[in-house]
């Protein structure tokens, strides 16, 4: 079983000042701020937010592998600098308890492979705890389609769960056919996530950790 953690708002805390470094990033590459945001990121994949920002901005897309290869250089520039972020109540722990059943630990995130690092390991995770080789990364989806569909190429028929926190998770894991479970630790309500297909939704990794695993060994038992 691969279970395929989304980052922000799943195993770490939303931060705005998260999101200040794709601003400026962008101010470096195209010479000036925005002067229109995009309103509502989550969700969304690092491809698909900076492509939109710099349309939005009078860019053309093409622009989008500099942005990325400025953010990549920022956020190792972020790490030096002793960066933190917060993981959620019960991250770990729900990391360590899926390693004792024998299930791999996999991200499928809208982050970069480098900005994924960076932010995990500054909310005290540790590189070792996901398989990185099985992990899927958004800064070059133009959504979340486009990343779920990755999977299968991947990882064959193994069985696999995508663990996120927002409706666009949930949608993208039914449009690859991939069992969703839903964490509100992020901007979306229990209410809000019982509107998707998940098969649970928990209020955070703390109380609803034996939830949440009791899913993932259904979904293992049916292989």
Request: aromatic share 6%; hydrophobic share 40%.
């Amino acid at each position: 079983m691969h279970i395929l953690w989304d980052i922000d708002g799943t195993l770490i805390h939303n931060s705005r000042d998260g999101a200040a470094v794709y601003l400026e990033a962008f101010t470096h590459v195209t010479g000036a701020a925005p002067h229109a945001l995009i309103t509502n990121p989550h969700g969304q994949t690092e491809g698909q937010i900076l492509t939109a920002l710099l349309e939005l901005n009078g860019h053309p897309a093409t622009m989008l592998d500099d942005v990325l290869t400025e953010l990549d250089r920022r956020t190792h520039a972020l790490h030096e600098s002793g960066y933190v972020r917060t993981p959620v109540a019960g991250g770990p722990d729900a990391l360590l308890a899926a390693t004792r059943h024998g299930w791999a630990n996999a991200l499928l995130t809208g982050n970069g492979q480098q900005h994924s690092r960076v932010k995990l390991t500054a909310a005290g995770y540790a590189e070792e705890d996901f398989d990185w080789t099985n992990s899927f990364f958004g800064d070059r989806s133009p959504d979340r389609h486009h990343l779920t569909a990755l999977v299968a190429t991947v990882l064959g028929d193994q069985p696999r769960v995508i663990v996120g926190d927002t409706p666009n998770d949930g949608v993208a894991a039914d449009s690859a056919g991939i069992p969703f479970i839903a964490v509100a630790t992020g901007a979306y309500t229990v209410a809000d996530l019982r509107d998707t297909s998940a098969l649970v939704v928990v209020d955070d990794l703390v109380s609803g950790l034996d939830d949440v695993l009791g899913a993932i060994e259904e979904l293992d038992k049916r292989g």
